[in-house]
């Protein structure tokens, strides 16, 4: 995908929106029954699903930076690339914690572990751009704040 032009890259921006629109328009379907009463099933597992919807927003919202950044940056920030492979990755395991809830905590496991890794690789990363970030943000309202025009009178 290295090189697409930014209209190459709205289809891709877009597929991301359908495929969360739809998953949460799934999920209220299934926690929703037809007369309104929340399913017994699911109130057991309600925190569960709480995090799973939070857990899709992280991995669509990393999906679309990327995308954003490969678009207006020229190359793709690969933290952003990283997170929606964590939690993308996280998504189907939380799903799996409902219905075989030992596998599913055998690979929560394995995820914490995976998190951890990936962690202590990008450590140094994540300092150098959150640092980046800071120093941009600084400069941006130092001008902001430099940017004195001079008042301008009405017509009257």
């Not at 891709?12 to 029954?33: D, E, H, S």
Request: glycine share 8%.
């Amino acid at each position: 995908m290295r090189g697409l032009t930014r209209r190459q890259t709205s289809p891709i921006i877009a597929q991301v929106y359908i495929f969360y629109i739809t998953t949460l328009g799934v999920l209220l379907q299934v926690i929703f029954r037809e007369n309104n009463d929340v399913s017994p099933v699911l109130e057991k597992y309600k925190v569960i699903i709480s995090i799973f919807i939070v857990v899709i927003t992280i991995h669509v919202g990393a999906v679309i930076l990327g995308e954003i950044f490969r678009i207006w940056i020229g190359n793709g920030i690969s933290i952003s690339g990283v997170i929606s492979l964590l939690f993308g990755f996280l998504a189907p395991i939380l799903l799996l914690l409902i219905l075989l809830p030992i596998f599913g905590w055998v690979l929560l496991g394995f995820w914490f572990l995976l998190l951890a890794k990936v962690a202590w690789d990008y450590k140094q990363q994540c300092h150098h751009f959150l640092g980046q970030l800071l120093v941009r943000a600084l400069h941006a309202f130092e001008r902001l704040m430099n940017h004195t025009s001079a008042p301008q009178e009405l017509p009257i």
